[in-house]
Every structure is written in C-alpha cells, then in structure tokens.
C-alpha cells in the first residue's frame, strides 16, 4: 500500500495563488498516476488533475490554465499549483495515487482544505 501526506492550502483571496503537495511513501515504485480530487460542501468529489509517471497531465475543464499539477519521480511527490484561484475552487483536496492498472494505490486521506474568498 501506498500512504499520502497532503499539505498547502489555506485562505486566500480571489485571484491569489496557493500551492499543494502530495508526498507518497510505502509501495511507491507501483504508482503509476498521481493526482488531486476535490469536493465541495454538499457536491460529489471530482477530479481535478492528473499526471503519469512520464508527466503526462490531465485536467478539469474548469481549472485548465489555472492549475498546474507537476511531479518528482525521484521524491514520490506531486505539486498542484493553484494560480487565478477563483470563490468556486473552495473545496476540500485530495490526493490520490493509482497504479499500472488503474487501481488505487492509497485510501482517502483527510484532504486539505482551500477557501477562496475576500
């Protein structure tokens, strides 16, 4: 198995910046994905970003040129810039990590929680 540690997030105002991170320790040579997920109060978890292992990225349509998502192989650890952060980015984010297969490596942890708002 595979275990997470998220950190970042915080308050910020619209149109500020915040910055993720995702470290991965355990059974890490079987990831394959890493990425983020995120929910909001009363809204199913959705996916946010995603990059393979040979840095392929995958975004949201509503986070496209806002969010950059990049990875450190050799440190099993996965970044989630957040830049233009708008009111509707408020969310609890989760990473996540899946293998070869598409399975998933790790179990939802606490999230981080992001508040967009003046």
């Known amino acids: 198995q595979v275990q997470l540690v998220e950190s970042g997030g915080g308050l910020v105002q619209p149109g500020g910046s915040l910055r993720l991170s995702c470290a991965a320790s355990?059974?890490?040579?079987?990831?394959?994905?890493m990425g983020w997920y995120r929910q909001a109060p009363g809204q199913q978890r959705n996916l946010v970003a995603s990059?393979?292992?040979?840095?392929?990225?995958d975004y949201a349509d509503s986070v496209k040129g806002r969010l950059t998502i990049s990875r450190d192989n050799a440190k099993n650890l996965a970044v989630l810039q957040m830049d233009s952060l708008k009111p509707e980015d408020t969310a609890v984010y989760y990473c996540?990590?899946?293998?070869?297969?598409?399975?998933?490596?790790?179990?939802w942890g606490q999230g981080t929680q992001v508040t967009v708002s003046s």
């Open positions: 996540y990590v899946d293998g070869q297969d598409g399975e998933r490596l790790s179990p």
């Open positions: 355990g059974s890490t040579w079987r990831i394959n994905v």
């Open positions: 990059i393979t292992t040979s840095g392929e990225t």
